[in-house]
């Protein structure tokens, strides 16, 4: 999932699909016109209070310094070879989770390993068969090629390519190519009188979550969907630009295939049989039908998309004609509807479905304060042997963080707030184990938690990028003062500048955040670094998203790793260690109001009115209780009074809590957060106010209305909460 700033918005994991990637020589502007999707108002990147300067990097503290030098590249490349060659699929490694648990022990955390016991599927075959009018049949090879170069694929337990948690089923039909399989792009093709009931889909990957494209498909009647990658989401490096295919240069190898989940995250991620509750023991068991597609659905390669398309040349309308956003990509076809008479496809999709164990490997340092806890984590399952960016990289940074932590304990510091590192198993498949975990042990994060930093792809690319919550904007950029990026002589705060034009992303969905924010009301910065349309390729949730493309492509020398490990690491002390919790509450209101500002032109671009003035000053008195605090903050420092400060440090902890105490959103009551959501019909992206512009959009007024007064009375909580 994970993805961050307007120029990438690459999604770790779970997600995403869509590869936005930039060239800078394009600038950010031009980017956004060509790749945003039809949902670009739920896309919300404001600015940061920064200004750019050329800074250098600030100095450092002794243990600060302590934990710089304690992370190598050198130790960060071995961790990265252990977790990128051998299988670890959800549920599949348990000695993976104890060798993470080892290590953390190893640098003096005490470490365990947790277990779920979850609902869950796993791959045993698959078909797919295109039989021509004439009778010919051609057979699309449905695997990735096995490279000499890169030895894990090739390994004999490689894992096949699928869709977590799809649907078990057999179809044989005619077949409609749809797009990206957004809901417009269905409702045109209902406009152009393309029949698509009895069909089967087959869609290119990018925009919404993969799941909703198989929904969407489902929910216009068609029996079956078959889902490719398209190099037009490659920028710049195509081979039809001159670029080798990997693994001979940094252009996609035709055959790769993007593997992923397809269950409908928008309802509710975790264990889709216990909705709201941990999957301890033997749990009661909930019926999933509502998160769960009930199409059979598969991931193909560009290579075996091709044909499938070219049949459909010349029948149905073109795909100029259709005219819609990225419909035509970049292969050498008309990309028109079809159906081709007599054409079909016949797919087959059989998958065992199960409850399985699966593994958290959880490691705690006990703060002085115990009632102050800072969680940390990243998942570890891979779709893949390799998973070198998604997401090892991210635990390969993690183990080197357990022992930049270890260099200070063993200086016998103790920090202030708990720190706890979390390994989670599952997040492909729906951010199983964080949900799961944060649903066990909701009561004590709510008492106890200041703030969840994850890093899921810590490094797929040389860009820096975060999404956060509005309190640690400063925190998280100020950090990026304090950093060398890579060999580059500049701090990475100017390379992270210049990339985003110093925004910062808004958290939707698409990684471990996802409970934590918007369940449990705890704030998040998601972090990683990732490529822009001209570097190599970044084969997302495929064999070639290995340690060789890492070592040969991605990252060479392992320096992205150790500058992002140096950050995480800088991050986590600040928010650990200081007297007072850096957070900065004046910034929640200031974005809060420009998501306001958002709310309003959205409600003009309708024919509805609704008065959202109860809104507007709940946003005014959070921001005035915020301008409150910050004397008494400055009181708590300078007279270092401690009472005082913990005082104030539990308002900081506390406050967010306020944003959840207004029960769920209408039909997804997990999500609680008034604020922010994944968007209902993107799957990951922010939807802000979610509670208003989804009633909105469903055109119910008086729902939106009714939803004006709890994101109000939200607010309301949190700012009595902060109020002196
Ligand atoms: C688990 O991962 C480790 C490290 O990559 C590997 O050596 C081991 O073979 C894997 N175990 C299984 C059961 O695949
Ligand atoms: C059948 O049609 C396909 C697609 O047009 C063509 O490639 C193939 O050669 C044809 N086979 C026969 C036996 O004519
Ligand atoms: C990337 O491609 C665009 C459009 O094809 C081209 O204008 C631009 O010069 C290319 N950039 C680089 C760095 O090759
Ligand atoms: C394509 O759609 C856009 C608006 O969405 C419109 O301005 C343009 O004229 C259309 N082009 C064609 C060829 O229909
Ligand atoms: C694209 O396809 C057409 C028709 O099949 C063919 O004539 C043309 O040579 C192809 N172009 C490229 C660049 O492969
Ligand atoms: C589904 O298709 C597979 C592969 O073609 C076949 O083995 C199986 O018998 C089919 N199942 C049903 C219920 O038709
Ligand atoms: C940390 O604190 C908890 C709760 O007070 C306690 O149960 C645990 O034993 C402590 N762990 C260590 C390693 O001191
Ligand atoms: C670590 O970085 C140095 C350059 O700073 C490089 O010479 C070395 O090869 C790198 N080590 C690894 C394992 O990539
Ligand atoms: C906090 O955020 C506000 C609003 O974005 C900004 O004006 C201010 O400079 C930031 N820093 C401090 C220390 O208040
Ligand atoms: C919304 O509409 C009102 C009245 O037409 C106008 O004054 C205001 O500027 C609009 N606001 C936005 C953000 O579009």
Redesign the pocket.
Known sequence: MAIFNKIRWIYSTYDTTTIMRT?K??GVVALLATHANACQRERHFHHSNVKHQGVSPTPLTPHESTLVEAISNRTLSDWSYYYTHGAHLAGKNFSMAQWTADRWAENGIDSSVVTYNVYIDYPISKSLSLTYANGSVFHPSLEEAVLNEDSTSSYPDRIPTFHGYSANGNASAEYVYVGRGQQVDFRRLIELGVPLEGKIAISRYGGPFRGLKVKNAQEYGMVGAVLFTDPDDD??MTEA?GYAAYPDGPARNPTSVQRGSVQNLAIYPGDPTTPGYPSKNDPLRADPSRVLVKIPSIPISYVDAIPILEALDGHGISGREVNRTRWVGALNVSYSTGPAPGAVLGLSNLMKNTYAPIWNAIGVINGTNADETIVIGNHRDAWVVGGAADPNSGTAIIVELSKAFGALLAQGWKPKRNIVLCSWDGEEYGLVGSTEWVEEYIPWLTETAVSYLNIDVGVSGPHPGIAATPELHEVATETMKKILWMDSGRTMYDVWYEDNEGEIGVLGSGSDYTAFLDHAGIGAIDMGSNPS??DPVYHYHSNYDSYHWMSKFGDPEFLTHQSMAQYLALLAYKLADDDLIPFNLSNYAVQMSLYYKDLISAINSTSETLDTSALEEAIGYFARCATELKQLEHQAVKGADNELLAAVNHKHRDFQRGFVSQGGIPQREFYRHVIFAPGSDTGYAAQTFPGISEALTAGYTSLAAEWVQKTANGIIVAADIIKP
């Open positions: 060239s020589l394009l920028g710049n630009n349309d001209i």
